[in-house]
């Protein structure tokens, strides 16, 4: 699906109004954060040739816990890759039906490059805030896997090596991203009232089967996530907290049970 008509641009003070923020990321957090493995990857990686990737992930800090993603050529033709995950984290992070997240990322020059920040826990529950690839300099991959839902969204602001911010609300009706600013793009198909995912920040390396890969003088790359940032409306932190306190007093009865 490419462009649909923007419907208009909402004040930041109106799209924050009632939220807090309950996650910021710390990308040198190994409280947040686990490095060079995912299981969105088969048996948590390191690599995914079936997905078109000629990723070898690595948990070597330089690729990944400055917020500068990078890859390099390894001799076996793969690339070593950074990639960061919330799932598995002492924290365990997950976003919730109803948030908000927020993020500004450089992104990257070389083709082959494939950066993107998405969501996914058992194998499923993937949003995808974002994907670009060089080769299509001037467009994000906007994607609701949970429902379905697609937007090619093409804009001159967007081309290697530009900043560009991001939002996306995980609506339980509508998943509604916003790039620079600007609303381009609700789905209409959401996430449902009890979704929740984990976080992925990553660049992958395409193999060439949909976008080219890396020319043979490429060596290495990366793109960069200056900040992230997770909201919770309101009326969803209470409910969750009411849920939590719930849970809490069913144990405590139990406990007074017991002999």
Not at 223 to 236: K, S, T
């Amino acid at each position: 699906m490419e462009n649909p008509a923007c419907d208009g641009t909402p004040s930041a003070e109106g799209m924050s109004s009632g939220s807090e923020v309950v996650f910021t990321a710390d990308f040198a957090s190994t409280r947040q954060w686990v490095a060079g493995r995912s299981w969105a990857y088969p048996n948590g990686g390191p690599v995914n040739p079936g997905d078109n990737k000629l990723d070898h992930l690595t948990a070597d800090p330089a690729y990944s816990r400055s917020g500068t993603f990078r890859a390099t050529l390894r001799r076996d033709g793969r690339w070593d890759t950074g990639l960061l995950t919330t799932e598995g984290s002492e924290e365990g992070f997950t976003v919730r039906a109803g948030d908000v997240l927020e993020a500004r990322v450089r992104l990257p020059y070389e083709a082959g490059a494939w950066p993107a920040i998405w969501t996914w826990r058992d194998g499923d529950q993937e949003i995808d805030v974002f994907e670009y690839h060089p080769d299509n300099p001037d467009l994000l991959e906007l994607t609701n896997h949970v429902r379905g839902g697609n937007l090619y969204y093409r804009d001159a602001a967007i081309g290697p090596g530009a900043w560009v911010d991001l939002r996306v609300e995980f609506g339980p009706r509508s998943v509604v991203w916003w790039v620079n600013g600007s609303r381009v793009f609700a789905d209409r198909q959401g996430v449902g009232r009890s979704w929740h995912a984990y976080l992925i920040v990553n660049l992958s390396v395409c193999a060439g089967r949909y976008h080219p890969p890396p020319a043979p003088h490429v060596k290495e790359m990366s793109y960069e996530v200056q900040h992230l940032v997770v909201r919770r409306p309101a009326a969803l932190r209470e409910a969750l907290s009411d849920e939590s306190e719930s849970e809490f007093g069913s144990e405590a009865v139990a406990d007074s049970d017991a002999p």
